[in-house]
């Protein structure tokens, strides 16, 4: 006997509906998977085998073969256990095989028959709404991301059990379970920040998180995000990082230890304007693919990845003959944070070049090419020597070649990519004293409020194009969106000879100085806008 079943599948970030064709026929007593399967694909032949037992089944002596298709796309992971084993049992006459049209199923079994969450889930449930099937059937722990995607029922299950119950059902007993299961979900994993209505799964609206809009809905998850207010004086630093803020500029921080470097970096989300609900699903679905999306819950805040020093360039760009999602696509729409840059390992560094430059990262492995997001804000912390107290030679103890050596493991084409460097130099205590006797005129809510200002400037600018930002605008557009004077041209030009600047640094000086404009709500950039964008251009100190 035939039976076939829709599953949800992944294939890098992108999930697509394969079916799983079950034929049970005549022969020697066998149990066949094919299709371009990974082993913990055909690992599933066992975990069924045992698995059946829970519901008093034993497979039949007869030859069983399993195929998932389309062949030609290699297939990994474990959600396809639950529409194998379900198409098995459809094809065994224990369910009713009219009852998998229009269904979507993915899940892990256990060896007790009990479904395991599996991740990618959300991008499943969208992948199955765009190819018009009606529902989908999931592991209840991955109930709350389906509930995500609108236009599609959802159905958690614990156990396989309740999933062939839910198959065999009627319509009515079947929007019965499926808000049951919905109340249940609420219950266990459920927030008071979760939307979730009682009859929406009945009704066929999906429930959903909460979508976070506006100021205010930027509020939510702040509570964690240290306050500028708190970082004493590096009224430059602060004024660097809010121009990173407002144009999506790169920022390198360079001084010795304990200047605050790092503080100051982690104090960056809070001034960033916060999700649209695009941003929302478009990071939450990525986020579910690479397995680490909470219970049911669209991202509040924009992400803020801080790899270590000693990480591989496979994990920060993505590894794996099908690669999942390194941290450069985990920082998304947010900040990818190297602190100790000329720690990591210049191969490393180097990946970030066509990320940095392009916002999205091409991976060619074995199993095929890859196309991931990678639109980020780099800030990155350094300190100018090995001992870290360069050039203060009371303190500094390192040779000129050892300080020549530590800074070029930061190349010369990544440093071209950073828009802002600032020196953050050693603080008197005596002023830490004065400076916690009045409030800071560069706390977060100021700058926050200035950065969205500016963000709003340049949402009108761009409007009808993909532009979001300053920091995003291409060579060829600058003309257009970023006209010089006379007097700006000649400023330029006799700044591009002093330093000999590339043409990309140029153009780098050109955005930041219209974010610095638009800080000053200034309709044209000004000299002083150069002259400012200039300084913080100014890498004397990565010279040695």
Not at 195 to 214: F, K, Q, Y
Request: glycine residues 10%; hydrophobic residues 40%.
């Amino acid at each position: 006997m035939y039976c076939q079943i829709n599953a949800g599948a992944l294939y890098g970030l992108k999930s697509y509906v394969a079916q799983v064709e079950v034929d049970v026929s005549r022969g020697l007593p066998c149990f066949d998977m094919v299709g371009l399967l990974d082993s913990e694909v055909r690992e599933a032949r066992e975990r069924i085998r045992v698995a059946l037992r829970s519901l008093d089944v034993r497979l039949s002596s007869e030859r069983i073969t399993v195929n998932i298709s389309p062949a030609g796309i290699p297939k990994a992971g474990t959600a396809f256990d639950l529409p194998a084993a379900l198409g098995i049992l459809s094809a065994q006459g224990l369910a009713q095989a009219a009852r998998l049209d229009g269904l979507l199923a993915a899940g892990e079994l256990g060896l007790d028959g009990r479904l395991k969450p599996v991740r990618g889930v959300l991008p499943m449930a969208l992948a199955a709404k765009e190819a018009g099937l009606r529902e989908c059937l999931l592991p209840f722990e991955n109930l709350g991301e389906a509930l995500l995607a609108e236009g599609i029922e959802a159905m958690g299950a614990g156990t396989l059990g309740e999933a062939l119950d839910y198959v065999n059902a009627g319509q009515q007993e079947r929007c019965l379970r499926r808000k049951e299961a919905a109340v249940r979900w609420r219950t266990e994993f459920g927030s008071k920040n979760d939307a979730l209505r009682e009859g929406d799964a009945c009704a066929g609206t999906a429930p959903r998180g909460r979508l976070l809009t506006g100021l205010a809905a930027g509020e939510a998850g702040r509570e964690e995000t240290p306050d500028f207010g708190a970082v004493q004086a590096m009224e430059e630093a602060k004024q660097a990082a809010m121009t990173a803020a407002a144009g999506m500029h790169n920022l390198l921080l360079v001084g010795p230890p304990g200047t605050g470097k790092t503080m100051l970096a982690r104090c960056l989300p809070g001034i960033l304007p916060p999700l649209s609900s695009g941003e929302q699903r478009e990071l939450s679905a990525i986020y579910s693919a690479a397995g680490q999306l909470e219970q049911g819950r669209l991202l509040e805040r924009r992400p803020f990845i801080s790899p270590h020093h000693t990480v591989s360039p496979y994990a920060l760009t993505g590894g794996g003959s099908i690669p999942r999602p390194g941290m450069v696509t985990l920082a998304h729409r947010g900040i990818l944070f190297l602190d100790e840059l000329a720690e990591f390992k210049r191969q490393t560094l180097d990946v970030l070049r066509q990320p940095l430059e392009e916002g999205r990262i091409f991976l060619a492995r074995s199993r095929g090419n890859f196309v991931y997001p990678a639109d980020f804000m780099l800030i990155a912390a350094t300190n100018p020597c090995p001992c870290g107290y360069y050039p203060d030679r009371n303190r500094c103890r390192c040779r000129e070649s050892d300080v020549r050596r530590y800074l070029s493991r930061i190349s010369g084409p990544l440093l071209d990519r950073i828009d802002l460097c600032c020196t953050a130099g050693t603080l008197p205590v005596r002023r830490l004293f004065e400076e916690r006797e009045k409030q800071s005129k560069m706390d977060s809510a100021r700058m926050r409020e200035r950065v969205l200002e500016a963000r709003e400037r340049q949402r009108f600018r761009y409007r009808g194009t993909q532009i979001e930002v300053n920091g995003r605008l291409g060579a060829g557009q600058l003309l257009e969106y970023c006209p010089l004077g006379e007097e700006e041209q000649r400023f330029l030009e006799r700044a591009g000879e002093a330093m000999q600047l590339s043409a990309r640094a140029c153009h780098r000086i050109i955005r930041v100085a219209r974010t610095l404009a638009d800080l000053e709500q200034a309709e044209r950039i000004g000299v002083q806008h150069l002259s400012r964008a200039y300084y913080f251009r100014n890498q004397e100190i990565l010279r040695g």
